[in-house]
């Protein structure tokens, strides 16, 4: 939790105002899709990656130890996700670029972002396999060691955290843009078309990556995602009109800005608890969604997953799309706890639903289910997270501290699930001279149940939000 204390008021005074170029008009339909163009090439990266790429990739790279390993690269790259935008966006704040202050940092973050992708693809392709013993069970400390003493997993581990970086720089500018643009009646609408462009980038990128390029070899995969990434960020970058800072302010303090970071639960409650909220759902969704391929082999018996992955990932996130463009509206007139009070209610009950799965029509319905849950969740959840912002002059800052919410979960949840579905132990035979490992039913039940009670007191302690309806 962190926010604004009366210690950081001079500095934000140091900050003028600068009122939004949208003010008093109603923003039309194509310019709220250029403005939320970016949730596209962000989420189309990240479905093709987090959801197809690299756990196919982690999987060929070290099949023995596939869940540790996946659970070491997430949770590593979490800790980027966490720091960078606390840096970023209070810089683009204070950023007086003729350009405004939010689109110089998402040029340079786009452009480090390309130039991850390219390592990522140049170390997977020279990599080879680590290869265990069926039968040897090393301990965590040993999983851990061999994998990062292994000089081609390092190579790789280095590459996504070059794209995290990239990745986070840009969206920690890019989060100012809706305080910054949007008037605070039409947030809502604006929180609506922010949800529908994530999930159809991700559904996008996951059907992408999985179905329609699922036999080509990875090297285009990367170029694929790069070019979208480029071409749609463009849309936002040239798009949108800032209004640029009339004089660059005095530097940071980066003492005092840090202490300035912190909040007082008890003099903004209402954002302590959006924020622990939120983290709670973050928290059971990234402890699941890294490992949807491995418990589509593990538990539902399917070898090579990536397009039954993709497919489950393309229902849901049609079905989330769906309920995140009404969503949105509905909570502008309703309001935004009714919302995430249903929405959360859904997402509990079918995450212990994938539990009794046992084949993949049935995971595609809990699927189905799910989406509509959790689209109706995100449309309120950026809507929510701007209502209770406590300062509107550092716009970029405020939300990159709320933002916390999703990246410090991230950094928790991966390496938490994967030690949760290693501790209840696998199966290793020898398939064609190589080792294939099945990790059991209970450990990715465990992860289930875990998710469901997170989704379940995120709804439940939103309730203490009062300034909110």
């Given at each position: 939790?962190?926010?604004t204390?009366?210690?950081?008021l001079?500095?934000?005074?140091?900050?003028?105002y600068?009122?939004s170029?949208?003010?008093?008009?109603?923003?039309?339909?194509?310019?709220?899709?250029?403005?939320?163009?970016?949730?596209?090439?962000?989420?189309?990266?990240?479905?093709?990656?987090?959801?197809?790429?690299?756990?196919?990739?982690?999987?060929?790279?070290?099949?023995?130890?596939r869940?540790?390993a996946?659970s070491?690269?997430?949770?590593?790259?979490?800790i980027v996700?966490?720091?960078?935008?606390l840096i970023?966006?209070?810089?683009?704040?204070?950023?007086?670029?003729?350009?405004?202050?939010?689109?110089?940092?998402?040029?340079?973050?786009?452009?480090?972002?390309?130039?991850?992708?390219?390592?990522?693809?140049?170390a997977?392709?020279?990599?080879?396999?680590?290869?265990?013993?069926?039968?040897?069970?090393?301990g965590?400390?040993?999983t851990?060691?061999?994998?990062?003493?292994?000089?081609?997993?390092?190579?790789?581990?280095?590459?996504?955290?070059v794209?995290?970086?990239?990745?986070?720089?840009?969206?920690?500018?890019?989060?100012?843009v809706?305080?910054?643009l949007?008037?605070?009646?039409?947030?809502?609408?604006?929180?609506?078309?922010?949800?529908?462009?994530?999930?159809?980038?991700?559904?996008?990128?996951?059907?992408?990556?999985?179905?329609?390029?699922?036999?080509?070899?990875?090297?285009?995969?990367y170029?694929?995602?790069?070019?979208?990434?480029?071409?749609v960020?463009?849309?936002?970058?040239?798009?949108?009109?800032?209004?640029?800072?009339?004089?660059?302010?005095?530097?940071?303090?980066?003492?005092?800005?840090?202490?300035?970071?912190?909040?007082?639960?008890?003099?903004?409650?209402?954002?302590?608890?959006?924020?622990?909220t939120r983290?709670?759902?973050?928290?059971?969704?990234?402890?699941?969604?890294?490992?949807?391929?491995?418990?589509?082999?593990?538990?539902?018996?399917?070898e090579?997953?990536?397009?039954?992955?993709?497919?489950?990932?393309?229902?849901?996130?049609?079905?989330?799309?769906?309920?995140?463009?009404?969503?949105?509206?509905?909570?502008?007139?309703?309001g935004?706890?009714?919302?995430?009070y249903?929405?959360?209610?859904?997402?509990?009950?079918?995450?212990?639903?994938?539990?009794?799965?046992?084949?993949?029509?049935?995971?595609?319905?809990?699927?189905?289910?799910f989406?509509?849950?959790?689209?109706?969740?995100?449309?309120v959840?950026?809507?929510?997270?701007?209502?209770?912002?406590?300062?509107?002059?550092?716009?970029?800052?405020?939300?990159?501290?709320?933002?916390?919410?999703m990246?410090?979960p991230?950094?928790?949840s991966?390496?938490?699930?994967?030690?949760?579905i290693?501790?209840?132990?696998?199966?290793?035979?020898?398939?064609?001279?190589?080792?294939?490992?099945?990790?059991t039913?209970?450990?990715?039940?465990?992860?289930?149940?875990?998710?469901?009670?997170?989704?379940?007191?995120?709804?439940?302690?939103?309730?203490?939000?009062?300034?909110?309806?």
């Amino acid at each position: 939790m962190a926010a604004t204390t009366d210690s950081a008021l001079p500095q934000n005074e140091e900050i003028p105002y600068i009122p939004s170029p949208y003010e008093g008009t109603k923003i039309g339909l194509g310019q709220h899709l250029r403005i939320s163009a970016y949730w596209f090439a962000t989420n189309f990266l990240w479905g093709a990656l987090l959801t197809i790429m690299l756990p196919a990739q982690i999987k060929a790279m070290a099949p023995s130890y596939r869940v540790m390993a996946l659970s070491i690269l997430t949770g590593l790259a979490a800790i980027v996700a966490l720091v960078v935008p606390l840096i970023v966006g209070a810089l683009s704040d204070r950023c007086a670029h003729p350009l405004g202050r939010r689109r110089p940092y998402m040029i340079a973050g786009v452009a480090i972002n390309v130039i991850g992708l390219a390592m990522m693809a140049f170390a997977f392709l020279s990599a080879k396999p680590i290869l265990g013993q069926p039968n040897a069970e090393p301990g965590l400390a040993e999983t851990v060691g061999i994998l990062l003493g292994n000089s081609s997993f390092l190579l790789f581990l280095v590459a996504y955290l070059v794209v995290q970086f990239g990745n986070n720089v840009t969206s920690a500018a890019y989060s100012g843009v809706i305080p910054d643009l949007i008037p605070e009646d039409q947030r809502g609408a604006a929180s609506g078309y922010m949800a529908l462009m994530s999930q159809l980038g991700t559904l996008f990128g996951a059907v992408g990556s999985g179905l329609l390029l699922g036999g080509q070899p990875e090297g285009v995969k990367y170029a694929l995602v790069s070019v979208v990434l480029v071409i749609v960020a463009a849309v936002t970058i040239f798009g949108i009109r800032e209004t640029p800072l009339p004089a660059r302010p005095p530097r940071i303090e980066w003492g005092s800005y840090m202490k300035s970071l912190w909040i007082d639960p008890k003099k903004y409650p209402d954002f302590a608890w959006v924020w622990i909220t939120r983290a709670l759902v973050m928290l059971g969704f990234y402890a699941v969604l890294p490992f949807i391929n491995y418990y589509l082999t593990d538990v539902i018996g399917i070898e090579k997953p990536e397009q039954a992955a993709a497919t489950l990932i393309g229902i849901l996130l049609i079905a989330s799309s769906i309920s995140g463009v009404y969503g949105g509206h509905i909570s502008d007139r309703l309001g935004r706890k009714r919302v995430v009070y249903i929405a959360n209610v859904v997402i509990a009950v079918m995450a212990l639903a994938f539990i009794f799965c046992r084949n993949l029509e049935q995971v595609l319905l809990a699927g189905i289910l799910f989406g509509l849950g959790f689209g109706a969740y995100t449309s309120v959840d950026w809507a929510l997270g701007t209502d209770v912002l406590p300062s509107k002059h550092n716009a970029a800052k405020e939300m990159a501290v709320w933002h916390i919410a999703m990246t410090l979960p991230q950094s928790i949840s991966a390496p938490v699930a994967g030690i949760l579905i290693s501790s209840f132990g696998k199966t290793s035979t020898v398939v064609n001279g190589e080792p294939v490992v099945h990790y059991t039913i209970a450990g990715y039940s465990s992860v289930f149940i875990l998710c469901a009670i997170c989704f379940a007191l995120g709804a439940y302690l939103l309730k203490n939000v009062r300034g909110v309806r």
